[in-house]
Structures are given as C-alpha cells and as structure tokens.
C-alpha cells in the first residue's frame, strides 16, 4: 500500500520518547507497506461512528489510521499510547 503521513501523525511521533515503541512502529509501517489490504496487517479494527478509521494496536500505543476500501492508500493520522483520550475525533 502507499502511506501518507498527516501534520497530526508527525506531531504525534514527535510526543514519544519510548524507543521500543519507534521500533514497534517501524516495523508496523514496514508491514504496512508491503500489505496488499488492510485485511493482512494483524490487530486492525474499525472504529465506531468513524467509517474508514482503524486503530492497529502495537504494544500500550494505538497507530490511527484513514483506509479507503478498495483502494491502496493509507494514510497515518495519530500514534497514541492508549489512554482515555486515544479515540477522540478523527476528521
């Protein structure tokens, strides 16, 4: 798949001092990139009232992510360590 990156994704990034989870997340967008569909990247799930938004779990940290059906594009919206606060609204 092709990945994006949004201005909210690269703040995100920024926020995180765990190395562990920039390895976590590496290897995740590495999977990302070689993935023909959603469908074979492990711990994805849609979230509610949010179509086209996903969560993919690594770890305490949530990557948020847009994927449009059908189509090979993805973008990156937030990477979020799972608090209260984690799915709040995606635009």
């Given at each position: 798949m092709l990945v994006n990156y949004a201005e909210d994704?690269?703040?995100s990034i920024k926020r995180i001092k765990d190395k562990v989870a920039?390895?976590?997340?590496?290897?995740?967008?590495e999977k990302?990139?070689?993935a023909k569909d959603l469908s074979?990247?492990?711990?994805?799930?849609?979230?509610?009232?949010?179509?086209?938004?996903y969560r993919i779990r690594t770890g305490d940290y949530r990557l948020i992510?847009?994927?449009?059906t059908g189509e090979i594009t993805i973008l990156l919206i937030e990477f979020?360590?799972?608090?209260?606060?984690t799915y709040k609204d995606y635009n």
């Open positions: 994704f690269n703040k920039f390895r976590r997340l590496d290897v995740l967008i990302l990139k070689k074979e990247v492990s711990n994805v799930k849609a979230i509610s009232n949010y179509p086209g938004r992510v847009k994927y449009w979020l360590k799972r608090d209260d606060n």
